[in-house]
């Protein structure tokens, strides 16, 4: 019976490396979401799939991220508006960080105006916001998101198929 596990491994380790080498790579490097809503129509629409890069350590504005149900109760993917020490409002309809309006071409919809919130740094949090921002439950609803809700950036649509790439073009 040793012998024959002992053959098993040997005739198989490559297949073995390869679907550990998967299961890894899935846990802690990629792995792919699904966009479940509304929220960030145009830009996404409710089915897409996305690759989840749970690597990145410096979240860039108006990058797509996905945020843990650990913190409101459903997984979230939305647009970073605000970083850490900035400052965010609505004034008019229109989308001001640090006192100056953004280029806030990924909107669609009217964005209700909301009085000036800051984001601290201490504790890493960041404003997030929907595309669609009529139906869109984010920060504007649900507060900020602390940075260790945020499970990384998904920037890269993989289906449908002749919508596959980046996600910050417009």
Do not use: H, Q, W
Not at 89 to 112: M, P, Q, S
């Amino acid at each position: 019976m040793k012998e024959k596990i002992i053959n098993f491994f040997r005739e198989n380790i490559v297949f073995i490396i390869i679907i550990i080498a998967i299961i890894l790579t899935r846990l802690f490097i990629v792995s792919p979401v699904r966009v479940s809503g509304t929220s960030m129509y145009p830009t996404l629409k409710n089915g897409d799939i996305m690759l989840l890069n749970k690597t990145t350590k410096n979240i860039k504005r108006y990058e797509v991220v996905v945020v843990s149900k650990k913190f409101k109760g459903d997984e979230l993917i939305k647009r970073v508006i605000g970083l850490p020490g900035d400052t965010v409002e609505v004034k008019n309809g229109k989308v001001y960080v640090n006192d100056k309006k953004i280029d806030d071409k990924f909107a669609n919809g009217t964005t209700k105006d909301f009085e000036k919130i800051t984001l601290s740094k201490e504790k890493d949090e960041y404003f997030v916001m929907g595309d669609n921002r009529g139906v869109s439950l984010d920060s504007r609803i649900l507060g900020p998101v602390s940075g260790k809700y945020i499970k990384g950036t998904s920037n890269i649509r993989l289906f449908p198929f002749n919508k596959i790439g980046n996600t910050l073009k417009k």
